[in-house]
């Protein structure tokens, strides 16, 4: 059974209402699901066949508070990310300009920087938009496991 880890970044808990609104439609298409509120880089490092990040972003462009020690972390540490596959979920708001997801680019970045190769495209859900996260990241899981079986099938 292949496995997934949700790694959550949140302050006000959007991130994980997220994380737990789709981990049902993974566990559906077969996968035994994780969801780690306070992520490590273990988390990455013993992650099994795929890891999503749902991360929200604060003040101007900043990680939440949960997520600073991982992110810390993974700059000290620079581990070899090569053998990582990951889908990544930003929360943010559009009306703080340049900085709307900076906490998911910054991530982003960095995991690529890292050796990680993210499977599909960035979902970057605005607050500005989309009342309920949920109704954008819904839609965006369900089509990234097809992809993803289609590629393991394939």
């Known amino acids: 059974m292949p496995t997934l880890t949700i790694l959550v970044g949140t302050m006000y808990g959007g991130a994980l209402d997220?994380?737990?609104?789709?981990?049902?439609l993974f566990e559906k298409a077969g996968y035994t699901v994780a969801i780690s509120e306070q992520p490590t880089?273990?988390?990455?490092?013993?992650?099994?066949?795929?890891?999503?990040?749902?991360?929200s972003t604060t003040g101007s462009g900043d990680f939440p508070g949960n997520f600073v020690p991982f992110v810390r972390s993974l700059k000290e540490q620079s581990p070899s990310l090569s053998k990582l596959r990951y889908g990544l979920i930003a929360l943010g708001d559009s009306s703080y300009g340049d900085t709307f997801c900076g906490a998911?680019?910054?991530?982003?970045?960095?995991?690529?920087?890292?050796?990680?190769t993210r499977l599909g495209d960035r979902l970057e859900i605005d607050a500005m938009e989309t009342f309920m996260a949920?109704?954008?990241?819904?839609?965006?899981?369900?089509?990234?496991?097809?992809?993803?079986?289609?590629?393991?099938?394939s």
């Open 41 to 55: 880089i273990e988390d990455l490092t013993g992650a099994g066949d795929l890891v999503l990040f749902c991360v």
């Open 18 to 24: 997220v994380a737990e609104q789709v981990k049902p």
């Open 104 to 116: 998911g680019r910054a991530l982003d970045e960095l995991l690529e920087e890292s050796g990680a």
């Open 134 to 153: 949920d109704d954008a990241a819904v839609p965006w899981v369900d089509d990234w496991i097809e992809t993803q079986q289609l590629m393991v099938a």
